[in-house]
């Protein structure tokens, strides 16, 4: 499955669930694709609560890419940590699809974590998820975080096609 391909699946199957961004930029920055999702939540007490889940897929990424933006991560997801009016959580899921990962990447994002908590007079939380995505036989490399999301980018076979996928949710 050639990379334009791959893209197309993948951001057919994140669009039923995640809300694409037509312009490929978030806090500022391209990428190949951003899904955003929001939901707010009225709990007990009053309280509301503004969940925002953000993914962001790059292709055809070379290592030190990849290294940089994990670097990255921490301040994309500080800005706007803060909230003046409500208590919210944000949870970041960062996509590297790439040929030939080296075993060291491999390690560095199956052990990365990063999240951050603030209790003030509204509660904010901050967590990110890296998946790294073999593009030459589709094996998922990723933190605790975001396993949760392989489905969003397995091939189930090589030729899957828009029919069989539509197949598949009508009669699983």
Known sequence: MEFIDYKELIERRISRDFVLDETSSYE???Y????TRTKEEVMSFGENVLNRE???VSFNVTKDYVLDEIDSIPNILLSGFRSIS???????TRVF????IPFDLIQTVRSYSFSRTE???FKSYVEAGVILVD?????FYSNSTAASKYSYFRVINPVET???DEEKIDHP
Request: aromatic share 4%; net charge positive.
């Open 28 to 30: 500022a920055r391209k």
């Open 32 to 35: 190949d694709v951003v899904a």
């Open 54 to 56: 953000v993914m962001l």
């Open 86 to 92: 409500k208590n919210k959580s944000t949870v970041l």
């Open 97 to 100: 699809v790439m040929e030939n």
């Open 119 to 121: 209790n003030r007079q």
């Open 135 to 139: 593009a030459n036989n589709f094996a």
């Open 162 to 164: 828009v029919d069989a």
